[in-house]
Every structure is written in structure tokens, then in C-alpha cells.
């Protein structure tokens, strides 16, 4: 019967935010959707980027046809480079999401032997056993979409991001038509989107935020600097167009706003009107109220254009009274207190602030509320239903939402976590065994600098009560030890304040030692533990706090 | 004429949220209003609180005739034992603040020799120069107190923290008259509280989460257990009142929680019908659509009732499918991944979670909104206006609300942060010079506990890449290098996986050892600079980290 069985396999983005990549496997033929990054929780000391861990892709390697991708979020496509460096298969993925990868592989030197394919709405594409449909849907970055995908044993759909926008600032129209007839001629399971399941009502349209802009533009005495992702195509479209109607003209400011404006633009999907753009060079010579500057870094990214405009610390743009800043992006959970300062300095400048929740709004979420996701239950009526995209409590409250949908043949509802998989065959679906997930550490963006879970639990550690060495030197010959021990200790106390501590330290290693048998001291790793513990106990006493101790012995 | 001045000292809140405390001087005297702590950037790592730096008041303190308090809340009295043990002063509040100040203190065994002093709305205390009024105000704590404080160049406003709720729970409105009046007569100096100037339109009353509360009592099936936090007086007792309404018994959990709710009850500020609580103990035998849990621990603290309910950790409480989990409280930034992480447990274990907006909310904000804080100005009506608690773009923000009061008499407004004085004198205002401020780290809650900004420092390096500790011996009478340098390092690179980079690190430090002249040898802190120097830059060349590189030389 394995010949006969579909397997869903989530790697990452069920039960946590962020690094989405799902597997789907029918006999020997596995396809994957989606291989995302997320940035690191502030536990993660001194990592800049996780992954899914791709063990299980890697132990089938052979079985792997195809990776497609939803839409270009980091969330989506960051971990592409890092899955295509351990297995070699093609991609599919839209136009615009395609030039996002392509960006990224080049990074990593790896544009070369990648094998991308470009796929438009309304297409189809065979992998194995599945074929697979891409559908077009609305979300805060172009040309997103949602997969068809029919196996052996009925349609699975996947809505990748999310929301149902009516009013679209393109005009792509969300095609419900298409899901609608999936829906119609039965659909198997449903994976859909729980980002903002905990928000009542409709989300806004992307141009819920036109009447906003046109308040700041009308008002505005000069420069006007907005800070917005630089992926979100439509809210720049919008910023070009307010700007070409009021007389003003417009500058990029930062690197991934510079490359992703381009690549928009060389696809036909950004408009912009002839002698719009100003160079970044030209934005302090050209009239103040002529100007807006749209700039990447909307996180407080310490390096990142935005911050460096904040504090005065950029070449092209000096910040000054009457100028208007406005942040027209969410807060990534995390980042509240980074934003938070760079707005500070930009106010310190005498510049306005706009920024947060306000009505008509600056920024508006892409991702589907609660009427939206009932919506799209309703269109697609499955049979089994999977929530994705979310932190646990999230997935079960859209699992919840799914329930009056049992009187028109829903099955079932699972709520799965990374790792956890579904087995659906003649029979019906029910959970599998778990397959090995977890997360992978990189500093520095490079492939090779895996940190491992042993090296941040020790920065953690040091993080809170930093470390302290004691050295004893011994001499091998007679195993007497030589001199007073050294210690050394940083992040735990100040060396100078608390000399009388750090004394009182080296005290205790010497009696430690003093006080041991002959026997124990023939035996460096007893004597280090014994040190080890003496020392902690010591320490913790005078001071509620808990060093890393490490006890050094040299022979000499 | 240094007699006749007026000085506004902020000594914390101002441009940073939280550690609230504002010094007013004239000639020789002083009062202090407020003294609290905030908690720390995640970026201060391993530091429990901090408070202001009391150092301009230690210098002064033969001047200063008392603190005044306007509310419990932690931001405005977390520092009071860090402040009352340098200082000996009496302190002024509410009975409900001074209970919540005597408990802190007796935390500390402070509160014997501590001498505090109970004051009702409508009553005067008069401190030297300074005859101060206190002033019923609506906030998220019961007996908040604006201050109105005669000086003899005029009346300051300090308004603390407050909103204007129409339909407080406990009838005691907010005394617009007292202020109105103060306004009509004329005010020198108004400071306002900017917390939530960001917000359009008007904070909902108290009252508004009832109807929210009122949906979740009656479809609940079976137990139903909300975290707020437990100095919301107001809060709780909706809960118990509905509670009582419903049919179901209150039990409280957790230490803050306990002795809040006993302090509000014994004070007559929380009314328990009777027989309505049930022991702790006794939560898992009774039936479970009788049961209301009321818990401490909004934040995800770690060690918070809320925290080890969510993993079943909580000897009382044990979750079950179909109880649901209320979060009735703000979000305070920094905290939304370990309160995520919360909701998520707290799914796991079947429970449906009520979190995050929604309407009727099933939480309010205790600060006033843009047209309250208008009404405000509107009332004081004051000469110069200082606002204060919030960052700077929020003040920034308040300042420019107050514009149109020009034509009312509003000669000036000064956006001032921590640090920065105003100096009143009968020619007007202007800023004065800054006094001595900061932020006074303390580990483990404890006085003695300060942790200095070097240590800080360096825990922050250590959490992010680790330490590299090289360890040469050296005769001390030949000055040769005895044996092979030894190497201890942690949170850089796990050891075992990269022996070939250890290895390699210790031959840097005998070729740098070898290849150093005679002169250089003959000075072990040369040695150590440049072994520090050669160690860092083969280090970050072959793993880009930046581990701190501690060279010791032992001489033996």
C-alpha cells in the first residue's frame, strides 16, 4: 500500500515564524514548497540568519524533483541557496520571485549551476507524480501565488501568503475563480496561511493607505523620507505616483531598495514616469519640497540606510527641521525597541515622525484576517485541512475557524508542528511518524558558518555572568604547584571594584588544592572538577551570579 | 537671583520608556517626583532592573525635603529602595502606592527606617518652597495622583500617568474641576505624560473590555483563566464581579498576584462578595465551568505562574482541552516572543488562547490618547509646556499637539530628555545645563548587586562570538616559552569539530612568539598585545568572528 500514500512533511514554519518549507511525498517522489529563512530570537546569541534543517531532503535526495516557490519574502525564498548547496533541482518559482533567488545565489556564488524555471498564472507543471497548478493571489509582494497540486489521491492546495485584496493597486484581481472550481470538483487538503488569524474582519487594501500618503504629501514642507520593505512593489508604486501628480521627485536610498526598485522596474512591474527618479548625490540640491527618498532598513537594522539617516551618518541625506519620516512597514516582533531609537534620533533632528497604528493607516498588513481565511475555507471546502504560517496557538485558532465547514465534508482538521506529518491514502488521513527538523544557525550569512547548539548555549551562558579562569601552573616533574594561580575572568565582575573578590577566589583554588589527597592530585581532571566546583559554590554564594569556571592546569 | 529660579531636573523617563523620576529645585530645596525602574534591552545582558542614577540627588542630598509618588507602578517606584537607601527622605502617596512601596521595601529590609506618609486627593503637603496638591486621575492603577505644585514663580502641573475615563469602574472620575481651576487661574508649567500620543482618537474606558469578558463567561464550557496584571485593581475586579454574576468561584495564582489582590482587599479597593474565592488548592476539584483563575505572569516571565501553567509545571492548575486562556494585558515591547511562545504551550495542552486585538477588546490602555491629551492642555492651559514619559519621537509628537495653545497663552515648549534642565526664572524659561544621569544596572534585584557598563560590554562581545583564551608558560628565569601553548575558548566554535583552527591558532602564537626580537620578549604586556593582535586577525580571516582574545602569560 506505500505506493498509495501521500505524505506531508512540514520542515519549517508550522508552530514557529518564519523559514517556511513544507515537503509533499507520494512513493518515491518528493516536492518541495518553499524553503524560507527567519531571523534569530535574541536567544540565539551572535547568529544572523536560521534555516529548516534539510536533513530529511538530504536523506532523500534522489526522490526531490522540484522546489517551488510561493512568493519572494525571505520568509519563502531565504533558505534557498543554503537547500540548493546540499541538493541539486530545478526551481519554480514567479518571474519576480525568480530575480529575488537569482540576487541571493549570486551572493553566494552559486547563480551559475542553478537551473530556474519562470512560471506565470494559469500554468501548469508535471513533477513525478504531481502536477501542479500556479494560481494567482494577492499578498504584499507581486506575482504571489497559491499551488494546485494533484496527486494520485485528490487535489492538495496550498495558498502560500496570503490576502484577498479587492482592490489590488495593479488590478491582478486575486483569482477566485480558479479556486472556486477546485472547490467545486472536490479538494483533498487544504494548507492555508494563519499569519493573522487573531485579527477580526477584512484586512485593508494595499490602497488603504493612498489617503494616508496624501495627507502627508499635502501637507509636507520639505523633504519627505519613507521607510518601507523593499520588496513591497505596490506601496512603492503608490509612493511614484503620489510623487509624479504632486511635483515631487524620488530617490532610492539603500542597497536592497536600489536592487529590488531595478529588478521591479526591468520586469515591467514598476512604473515609473520619465525624469521621476533624482540620484541618491542630488537629493540635498534639489528643492526640499520637490523630494521624497524612499529608503530600505524599516527594522532599525543597525547598518542599514534608514539608521544611517537617523543619525546623521549617511552621505546623500542629511536630515532637517520640517522634514516628514514616515515608517510604512510592521514591526517584526523583536525589532520594537531598535525602531523605537531610530526614531528617536530622527525626531532629535527636528524631523516628524509618522509611525504606527493610525486611521487612514501608513501600512497595511498582507496577510488574510478572519473573514478572509473563512472566505477562502468556503471557496475550497476540502476535505482535510492543514493551517500553516504561524506560531502554534495561531494554527489552532484557524483550525477552530475551519469547523462549520464539517456540514459541507470536512473530515478533519490537523494542527501540525515542523516535523510532524500527515499520512493520507484511500483510507483517509491521519498522522505519521515525525521526521528529524530542527533549525540550522549561520553567522554571517555564509553557508559554512554553521554555529552549533553547544557554541550558543555557552554565549548564552556568558552572556549572563560572563566566565572565570583560574590557571594553576604544576610542575610535571615534582607535581607541586607553581606560584599563586592566575585569574583571569571577563562579563562577571569588574577586575579593579572587586579585586578583594577575585583574591578571595585565588584563595580558594589553593586551599581546593591544598586540602586534596596525594591520590587526587595525580589526577588533573579530578583536581579541575573538584576546583571547578569549590570555586562555583564560592562565587555564587558571594554573589548570586554564575560564571562559566574553568579550570586551567598547565604542567610545565 | 539665584534665589528666585526654578529648576526642572528629569532624572529618568524622558526620551527612554520607563525609571520615571523628575527633580524640582528651587534655591535650596528639593522635592523628587517619582522613582522608577525599567527593564532592560535585551541588550543588556544578564542585568535584571535598572534604575535612574541617583548621583545629581547623592550630591544635593542635604537639600531634598521628599519624594513624592503618583502611582504603584513599577516605572514610577521600582527604584524607590535604590533611591531611599542613599538618600534618607520622607516619601508621599496613596495608601494603595505606599503598600505596594512597603512591600518592595521589606524585600530589601528597608522598612523600618523608612518614613512614609499617606495623602488622599484634595490634600496639601507643603515641602519648603514647594506646596504641592494631589489630584484624583484615571489610570490602570486604583488612587493615581496628578500633582499640582505651587512654587513661588507659579504652578506646576505634573500630571503622572493618566488617562480620562468617563465611566471609571469605581465611580471615582477624574477631577477635571481641580484642574480647570488651576487653569483659570493660571498655570506656570504643565508636564504630561506622552505614553500613547500615537494613538488617534480617545483611550475606550475601563469598562469596555466587560463586553469582551461578559462573550468569554458565557460560552466558556469549562475553565477559564486570565493573566492580567495584578496591580489592575480595576481589571480584577470586573473579573470577580462578573465571576460572582456567572456563578463561578475566583481563585488567584502566583506570588505578585496573592499579595496585590490581598493589599487592594484589605485597603477596601477590591470587593470580594463572599464565598466567591476558592484556595488555590482546591482549583482541579471543583467543577470546572465553576472555575475562574486569575494568574500573575502577563510578560512570559520564566519563572511567572502563567509561564509554568502553560508547560503544566503549576502544582494547582493543570490545563485542559476546552479551557480557554485569556491575555488581558499590553504587550510591553521586547516581550512578544516569549508571550507567543506562552500562547503556544498554552494551545498545546488544548486550551483555546483570547489574545491580541480584537473587538471589544479584551484589553485598554490606562494613557491617554491625542484628544485627551489635548483636553488636557485645554484645561492647564499652561505657560510652558514639558512633556515627559516617552521616547523622544513621542514627546516630539506632544510637543507639536500643544501649537495651537499660543493663542491661549502657551509662551514656549521645550522637548527635554533625561539630563537636560529647564530654568524658570520671572524672565521666562530656558534651557539650563545638564546634570549627571544614567542607568544603573542591577543583577538578581539585589542593592549590592550593580553591574558596571564594562562588564556589560563584555558579556555582549562574549554573547556574540566567544572567547579565545592562549595560555603561555614562561620561565621566568630563562624567559623561554615552556611547552606548547594551551587553549581554552568558549561560544566560538565548538572545539571538537574545529581542533584543525585550534591547532592552527596555537602555531600563530609561537611563530608570533619566535618571530619577536629579544627587546620584545623582555616585555610580556608586548608580547601579549601583538599574540593579541596576530591571534584576532587569523581568527576572523578564517571564520569571520571576532571572538575576545585573552592572551595569558604565566611566568613559572
Redesign the interface.
Known amino acids: 500500500m506505500a505506493e498509495k500514500l501521500l505524505q506531508v512533511i512540514p520542515l519549517g514554519g508550522l508552530?514557529e515564524?518564519g523559514m517556511n518549507c513544507l515537503a509533499l511525498r507520494y512513493g518515491d517522489d518528493i516536492v518541495v514548497i518553499d524553503a524560507g529563512m527567519m531571523f534569530p530570537?535574541?536567544e540565539l546569541?551572535?547568529v544572523d540568519i536560521v534555516t529548516p534543517d534539510f536533513t530529511y531532503l538530504e536523506q532523500n535526495r534522489d526522490k526531490v524533483r522540484g522546489l517551488i516557490l510561493t512568493h519572494g519574502h525571505e520568509d519563502h525564498i531565504g533558505a534557498v541557496p543554503f537547500l540548493l548547496s546540499e541538493i541539486d533541482v530545478p526551481v519554480y518559482g514567479s518571474e519576480f520571485t525568480l530575480a529575488l533567488v537569482e540576487r541571493r545565489l549570486e551572493e553566494h556564488e552559486m547563480a551559475e549551476q542553478v537551473r530556474l524555471h519562470r512560471v506565470k498564472p494559469g500554468e501548469k507543471v508535471t513533477l513525478g507524480p504531481f502536477e501542479i497548478e500556479f494560481i494567482h493571489v494577492t499578498h504584499s509582494i507581486v506575482q504571489a501565488l497559491a499551488l494546485a497540486i494533484r496527486t494520485p489521491l485528490g487535489v492538495v492546495i496550498h495558498t502560500g501568503d496570503f490576502k484577498i485584496d479587492p482592490t489590488p493597486t495593479d488590478n491582478e484581481l486575486f483569482d477566485l475563480h480558479t479556486l472556486a472550481e477546485y472547490g467545486r470538483r472536490g479538494v483533498l487538503l487544504l494548507l492555508s496561511d494563519s499569519t493573522n488569524v487573531?485579527?477580526?474582519g477584512y484586512t485593508p487594501s494595499e490602497r488603504a493607505v493612498l489617503p494616508r500618503f496624501e495627507e502627508i504629501f499635502n501637507r509636507a514642507q520639505r523633504r519627505i523620507v519613507i521607510t518601507c520593505f523593499s520588496s513591497s512593489v505596490h506601496r512603492i508604486q503608490q509612493i511614484l505616483d503620489i510623487a509624479h501628480a504632486s511635483g515631487r521627485k524620488v530617490a532610492f536610498l539603500g542597497r536592497s531598495m536600489l536592487s529590488c526598485t531595478e529588478i521591479a522596474h526591468s520586469l515591467g512591474l514598476l512604473k515609473i514616469p520619465d525624469n521621476l527618479l533624482l540620484r541618491p548625490q542630488d537629493i540635498m540640491s534639489a528643492p526640499p519640497h520637490r523630494v521624497v527618498v524612499v529608503v530600505s532598513g524599516t527594522q532599525g537594522e543597525p547598518m542599514s540606510a534608514m539608521s544611517r539617516v537617523a543619525v546623521d551618518n549617511h552621505k546623500h541625506l542629511r536630515l532637517e527641521r520640517g522634514d516628514v519620516v514616515v515608517h510604512s512597514a510592521r514591526i517584526i516582533?523583536?525589532n520594537?525597541?531598535a525602531i523605537?531609537r531610530m526614531?528617536?534620533h530622527?525626531?532629535?533632528r527636528g524631523a516628524?515622525?509618522v509611525?504606527?497604528?493610525?486611521?487612514p493607516p501608513v501600512h497595511v498588513s498582507g496577510h488574510a484576517s478572519q473573514e478572509e481565511l473563512k472566505l477562502l475555507l468556503n471557496l475550497v471546502r476540502p476535505r482535510y485541512f492543514v493551517p500553516i504560517h504561524g506560531?502554534?496557538?495561531q494554527?489552532?485558532?484557524h483550525a477552530?475557524l475551519a469547523a462549520h465547514l464539517a456540514d459541507y465534508g470536512l473530515e478533519d482538521t490537523f494542527?501540525l508542528e515542523t516535523g510532524q506529518t500527515l499520512l493520507i491514502d484511500e483510507d483517509g488521513a491521519r498522522r505519521g511518524e515525525s521526521v528529524p527538523v530542527g533549525r540550522v544557525c549561520i553567522?554571517?550569512g555564509?553557508i559554512d558558518?554553521v554555529v552549533?547548539d553547544?557554541?550558543?548555549r555557552?554565549?548564552?551562558?556568558?552572556?549572563?555572568?560572563?566566565?572565570l579562569?583560574p590557571?594553576i601552573?604544576i610542575d610535571k616533574h615534582t607535581g607541586r604547584v607553581?606560584?599563586p594561580p592566575?585569574i583571569?575572568t571577563?562579563?562577571?565582575?569588574?577586575p579593579e571594584?572587586r579585586a578583594d573578590l577575585l583574591a578571595a577566589a585565588r584563595d580558594v583554588v589553593i586551599r581546593t588544592i591544598e586540602s586534596s589527597t596525594s591520590e587526587e592530585r595525580s589526577d588533573w581532571g579530578v583536581i579541575q572538577e573538584k576546583i571547578r566546583a569549590d570555586l562555583k559554590r564560592f562565587l555564587n554564594k558571594q554573589?548570586?551570579?554564575r560564571p562559566?569556571v574553568?579550570p586551567?592546569i598547565?604542567?610545565?
Open positions: 508552530g515564524f530570537d535574541a546569541l551572535g487573531d485579527r477580526p516582533p523583536g520594537e525597541k523605537g526614531m528617536n530622527v525626531a532629535r516628524e515622525v509611525a504606527g497604528q493610525m486611521n506560531e502554534y496557538w494554527m489552532s485558532k477552530a494542527v553567522d554571517s555564509s558558518e552549533e553547544m557554541v550558543i555557552d554565549r548564552r551562558h556568558l552572556s549572563e555572568d560572563g566566565f579562569i590557571i601552573a607553581e606560584g592566575e583571569v571577563r562579563g562577571f565582575v569588574s571594584e554573589t548570586q551570579r562559566l574553568l586551567v598547565l604542567e610545565v
